[in-house]
């Protein structure tokens, strides 16, 4: 596992989207998992629920209001 890659999906999360660091870091670990090496866009489509388009296709992601790493990201 690229802790390299992690850190840079983790900080274009942060800085692309309004979802907290906890939950940022999460998403960007199973990003990482499946092979993902650059978030194209990310695309709110309703409170807490994104569309990460990706190198390696699209993923959701479902968040929570508050700050914990319990948040959902599942290969379209």
Same mark, same amino acid.
């Given at each position: 596992m690229s802790?390299?890659?992690?850190?840079?999906?983790f900080h274009y999360i942060i800085s692309n989207?309004?979802?907290d660091d906890i939950q940022s870091r999460f998403i960007s670990y199973k990003l990482e998992l499946n092979k993902v090496k650059n978030i194209l866009k990310i695309e709110m489509i309703k409170e807490h629920n !994104? +569309? !990460?388009? +990706?190198d390696n296709g699209s993923f959701k992601v479902a968040t929570v209001n508050i700050p914990l790493p319990i948040?959902?990201?599942?290969?379209n």
């Open positions: 802790n390299q890659t992690q850190n840079k999906l989207s309004e979802i !994104f +569309t !990460f388009h +990706t948040s959902s990201v599942v290969r």
